[in-house]
């Protein structure tokens, strides 16, 4: 049986599209691990990941900006 790491995220409108000619929005990514690093099964760390989407239409074509940086914890509160 394969290991793998869930992942959850949560999203937040801060400026909604129907609002302003633009959208805004951030939200945050928790990686749950489910293998053992030990092992080489899977990652074996909890990740964190913030991130934030602005998007607009130019046109019929709706572009976006996606950034986000992922944090990497450890047991004993050290991160990687």
Same mark, same amino acid.
């Given at each position: 049986?394969?290991?793998?790491?869930?992942?959850?995220?949560?999203?937040?409108?801060?400026?909604?599209?129907?609002?302003?000619?633009?959208?805004?929005?951030?939200?945050?990514?928790?990686?749950?691990?489910? !293998?053992? %690093? =030990? /092992?080489?099964?899977?990652? @074996? +760390?909890?990740?964190?990941?913030?991130?934030?989407?602005g998007s607009?239409?130019?046109?019929?074509?709706?572009?976006?900006?996606?950034? !986000?940086? %992922? =944090? /990497?914890?450890?047991?004993? @509160? +050290?991160?990687?």
């Amino acid at each position: 049986m394969a290991s793998a790491t869930w992942e959850v995220a949560v999203r937040y409108g801060l400026i909604l599209p129907d609002q302003k000619p633009v959208a805004f929005d951030v939200g945050l990514g928790v990686g749950i691990p489910s !293998g053992n %690093q =030990r /092992r080489d099964l899977g990652e @074996g +760390r909890l990740t964190l990941e913030p991130f934030f989407t602005g998007s607009t239409w130019l046109g019929p074509i709706n572009t976006q900006l996606n950034c !986000g940086w %992922q =944090r /990497r914890h450890e047991r004993g @509160g +050290r991160a990687a």
